[in-house]
């Protein structure tokens, strides 16, 4: 069974400081992990993903997340957090054993930028 | 590419109405997903195909909740009767798992209001 946890479920930083949204995943297999983005009454956009090939990922708008297996770790990072960056914040695993493409969500965390 | 296309976006009916909303996946994708997204509850699978063949209806929450995919390109989630308890944003997602693209799109949801 595959699940993921995240630790937070509200983080505040101010603009121009740095950002980390933690998760921490569990999964029979060699997971592939995502971190997802909701802005207010928007859908969900792919910010990043890892499916086993280099440990450190980079996503869309300065984002990045470390796989770390020792850790069971995906944390998501921004040296330099922006307004436009509040949003909900979605960690998500799917167990790579093809023919089991689900994926399961964690809780989310709200990200609120003060200015 | 139009990406994954829902309709309707925003759904008002009476409790005992049946309701269905419709996605289109992106081309050439062959898996589809439907999430549920409510406060209390977070985002929730409801079923999953592949190749146009349900793969998993275990979250489908009760015998009121129907969907089908007719075709690869498109699908249906249909309540019959609703009831106040349904209303949330439905989500649906594709993927394509071919090596050179890896990754789940979401539409920009249904928000269902059972009054």
């Known amino acids: 069974a595959q699940s993921v946890t995240q630790l937070d479920s509200h983080v505040s930083v101010s603009e121009g400081t740095p950002v980390l949204l933690r998760c921490n995943y569990s999964s029979s297999y060699s997971p592939s992990l995502f971190w997802y983005v909701q802005h207010p009454n928007k859908g969900l956009q792919l910010l990043l993903k890892y499916t086993s090939a280099a440990t450190l990922v980079k996503g869309i708008n300065g984002f990045e997340a470390e796989f770390k297996k020792s850790e069971t770790s995906f944390h998501l990072t921004k040296p330099s957090a922006h307004m436009s960056d509040a949003a909900e914040y979605f960690c998500v695993v799917s167990d790579s054993n093809f023919g089991n493409e689900k994926l399961t969500f964690g809780t989310g965390t709200r990200l609120t930028i003060i200015p | 590419d139009a990406g994954v296309i829902q309709s309707p976006r925003h759904e008002v009916t009476e409790m005992g109405q049946e309701v269905t909303l419709r996605c289109k996946p992106i081309?050439?994708?062959?898996?589809l997903f439907w999430y549920r997204q409510t406060m209390m509850r977070g985002l929730e699978l409801l079923i999953y195909?592949?190749?146009?063949?349900?793969?998993?209806d275990s979250g489908m929450p009760e015998d009121r909740f129907s969907a089908k995919m007719p075709n690869a390109s498109f699908s249906t989630l249909k309540i019959q009767p609703s009831e106040p308890r349904d209303s949330a944003v439905y989500f649906c997602?594709?993927?394509?798992?071919?090596?050179?693209?890896?990754?789940?799109?979401f539409g920009s949801g249904t928000r269902l209001t059972v009054v």
């Open positions: 997602a594709s993927s394509s798992f071919s090596t050179s693209n890896y990754g789940y799109t």
């Open positions: 195909f592949n190749n146009n063949v349900p793969i998993d």
């Open positions: 081309s050439g994708h062959n898996s």
